[in-house]
């Protein structure tokens, strides 16, 4: 399965569009406008969308990236973690390798920070928006294509808006296809919320993305 190289000024124009488009989004949830103003904006808009609907459409719904997680196009635009999602606070992730990665001693670690669109509680991020971040942040642990079996999610304090908060998480165990992920998110020092999840591999891992790509 080959990779399908995205040029770096095509990327980072496509990750400042959803900046925006993000900034857009977390402002729409705090001001109140006029009707008349409301209306000018949608009108804007439209006329937005309008070009976007013009535009040609990617070809393939994902590729496999340099690292082999599953897929980039999900990375990019995962409403989680995606760079180039403007639904993503966005989670970001990276690898801290261990003495000996290949015994799955690396960690991942992160960085969010949860904008007003994301609000459950007053002041505070939504509860099913933390549980999906640790679904992506124990998923990402992995290294390697697996599904959520089983997360569960101990919230021992509300999770502030507009604070940034630090990501770890690590496998705990590999039982054949089964692995136990374990993450943690703090504020500062304070533990605010903890996760464990099982995920089960494909049976097949090289045949599980050859039908994926037969589905393109």
């Known amino acids: 399965m080959g990779k399908v190289a995205v040029d770096e000024e095509t990327r980072k124009a496509s990750q400042q569009l959803a900046?925006?488009?993000?900034?857009?989004?977390?402002?729409?949830?705090?001001?109140?406008?006029?009707?008349?103003?409301?209306?000018?904006?949608?009108?804007?808009?439209?006329?937005?969308?309008?070009r976007l609907d013009a535009m040609p459409q990617r070809t393939r719904s994902?590729?496999?990236?340099?690292?082999?997680?599953?897929?980039?196009d999900f990375i990019a635009y995962s409403p989680v973690s995606g760079r180039s999602n403007p639904m993503s606070p966005p989670v970001q992730l990276r690898v801290v390798p261990g003495k000996n990665d290949a015994a799955g001693?690396?960690?991942?670690?992160?960085?969010?920070?949860?904008?007003?669109?994301y609000e459950g509680p007053p002041g505070h991020v939504h509860g099913g928006l933390v549980a999906a971040m640790f679904d992506e942040l124990l998923g990402f642990a992995q290294l390697n294509p697996g599904f959520t079996a089983y997360l569960h999610v101990n919230y021992r304090k509300p999770t502030p808006l507009n604070t940034p908060l630090h990501l770890v998480a690590w496998v705990e165990?590999?039982?054949?296809?089964?692995?136990?992920?374990?993450?943690?998110?703090?504020?500062?020092?304070?533990?605010?919320?903890?996760?464990?999840g099982l995920f089960i591999a494909p049976r097949d891992d090289e045949d599980y993305l050859a039908r994926l790509g037969q589905q393109q």
């Open 105 to 117: 001693e690396h960690r991942i670690e992160g960085d969010v920070t949860f904008g007003p669109a």
């Open 173 to 196: 165990s590999v039982n054949g296809r089964k692995r136990m992920v374990r993450g943690e998110c703090y504020a500062g020092d304070v533990l605010l919320t903890d996760a464990e």
């Open 62 to 72: 994902w590729e496999v990236s340099e690292a082999g997680l599953l897929p980039r």
């Open 19 to 50: 900046d925006e488009m993000r900034r857009i989004i977390n402002r729409l949830a705090v001001v109140r406008p006029s009707a008349e103003e409301l209306a000018r904006a949608a009108e804007a808009a439209a006329s937005f969308a309008d």
